[in-house]
């Protein structure tokens, strides 16, 4: 069994790797649900939706938000009716937020995805992080921002001074999955804001000392593949390279994918991770999500 920890950009695109050479049976993946809330008079999890639509080959692949070639009717129309909606939803990821929304009435946000899993022919196991919803603020030099102001209103500009958020339970079989696991992945997710809500349910980290766990680093150079990874890293104080992301990590990682740009960091890091592998993380194509999810899982993925 392999359970992945993930976010709602740079995990899913590794998912489609993994799925390629992996029974999906076999994969539980644990979602980030830090920035859960209710838009527009619908519930959003992005990062569980983004997943879900990941695994049902849905999900548009250029922005990691959404449907692909899903259209806007309903978005357009409340826009000429003077409703601006802060989150730009297509028409078909609509309905899927307002059946999760109405789900919720009866069940939890973790039933309610399994019924939505299910009914789109996912084969893995999809658990939100937690049921509770979390309190996030970005405190910035502009002042205190909910999360999607700070992301869409204010395109992640201010500089960000600390990123602070309520601790949650973790949701029902989210430890055991990871105690049942021959693998830990951490995919390429932001450290902070998509990892650190999983790592610090209680639990989580003392479930991943006794596992074989393998990160990949969301950083190249000096800087974030996209997003805004870097900022939170800095005002945490942790160094923006593959480095810092090991030390944050080192309490529990067996193995750290690193860039192959990054070689120079090899030694560095290889003194507090056992094992260090470089290899090309850009997922730009399916063969590079292919070969990276063969490096981390030990397969031999040559044709
Ligand atoms: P969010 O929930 O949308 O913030 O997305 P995630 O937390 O899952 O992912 C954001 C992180 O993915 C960013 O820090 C990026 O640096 C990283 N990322 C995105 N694409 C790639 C990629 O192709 N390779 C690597 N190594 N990291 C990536």
Redesign the pocket.
């Known amino acids: 069994m392999i359970t992945i920890l993930?976010?709602?950009?740079?995990?899913?695109?590794l998912l489609q790797g993994i799925k390629e050479i992996v029974d999906p049976k076999d994969l539980t993946i644990i979602v980030?649900t830090l920035?859960n809330d209710y838009f527009s008079g619908v519930y959003v999890s992005?990062?569980i939706d983004?997943v879900l639509y990941t695994m049902s080959d849905m999900i548009n692949d250029e922005l990691?938000?959404g449907v692909k070639d899903d259209t806007f009717i309903t978005h357009e129309r409340l826009e000429e009716m003077g409703c601006h909606e802060l989150l730009r939803i297509g028409d078909i990821d609509r309905a899927t937020k307002i059946q999760k929304t109405l789900l919720m009435e009866k069940y939890t946000l973790q039933e309610s995805v399994d019924i939505q899993s299910k009914q789109m022919g996912i084969k893995s196991k999809i658990i939100p992080m937690s049921n509770e919803n979390s309190d996030i603020k970005i405190i910035t030099d502009i002042g205190e921002l909910a999360f999607h102001d700070f992301l869409i209103k204010h395109q992640c500009e201010p500089e960000v001074l600390d990123v602070v958020f309520s601790k949650t339970a973790p949701a029902d079989g989210l430890i055991e999955s990871i105690n049942d696991s021959d693998i830990v992945i951490i995919?390429?997710?932001?450290?902070i804001?998509?990892?650190l809500p999983i790592l610090s349910l209680d639990g989580v980290r003392d479930a991943l000392k006794n596992k074989y766990v393998v990160a990949?680093?969301?950083?190249?150079g000096n800087d974030?593949?996209?997003?805004?990874?870097?900022k939170f890293m800095k005002a945490l104080n942790i160094e923006v390279s593959s480095l810092g992301v090991a030390e944050f990590y080192k309490d529990f990682l067996d193995v750290i994918i690193i860039?192959e740009k990054d070689s120079e960091l090899e030694s560095s890091i290889n003194k507090i991770i056992n094992k260090v592998i470089l290899t090309n993380?850009?997922?730009?194509s399916l063969d590079?999500k292919i070969n990276l999810a063969g490096k981390i899982l030990d397969i031999n993925v040559e044709e």
Do not use: R
């Open positions: 993930s976010g709602g950009t740079g995990t899913p695109k980030n920035e992005a990062d983004t990691w938000y995919g390429p997710s932001n450290p804001t998509s990892i990949v680093s969301p950083i190249i974030s593949f996209s997003g805004p990874a870097s860039d993380t850009i997922m730009d590079a």
